[in-house]
């Protein structure tokens, strides 16, 4: 069955950074795009960034955009989110996602 597990997530001051990381099984990762969307507390989802199944295509959030960067290791099958520049409104929950599929999600907070 296909699982993502997050992983990376913590505390960090604003302006800090964040390696996310996403580990994928059940499916041939190397074949699909994948994506990372957020949960801020008492919001809805929002999509962050997708990157397509070879890693050389990228698109991102404009609240992101500059600051985060996407990739994939398909010889891992682990999606990864490098944050720098982490601001306070980063604050939120990250998850995996592939089709309907989703992770458990790992949480970011970003505070002083």
């Known amino acids: 069955q296909v699982q993502l597990v997050e992983s990376g997530g913590g505390v960090v001051q604003p302006g800090g950074s964040l390696r996310l990381s996403c580990a994928a099984s059940?499916?041939?990762?190397?074949?699909?795009?994948m994506s990372w969307v957020r949960q801020a507390p008492g919001k809805g989802l929002e999509w962050v960034s997708t990157?397509?199944?070879?890693?050389?295509?990228?698109s991102y959030a404009d609240s992101v955009k500059g600051r985060f960067t996407i990739s994939r290791d398909n010889a891992k099958n682990t999606l990864y989110l490098q944050m720098n520049s982490l601001k306070p409104e980063d604050t939120a929950i990250y998850y995996c996602?592939?089709?309907?599929?989703w992770g458990q999600g790992t949480q970011v907070t970003v505070s002083s």
């Open positions: 996602n592939h089709d309907q599929y």
């Open positions: 059940g499916f041939t990762f190397s074949s699909y795009a």
């Open positions: 990157i397509n199944s070879g890693g050389g295509s990228t």
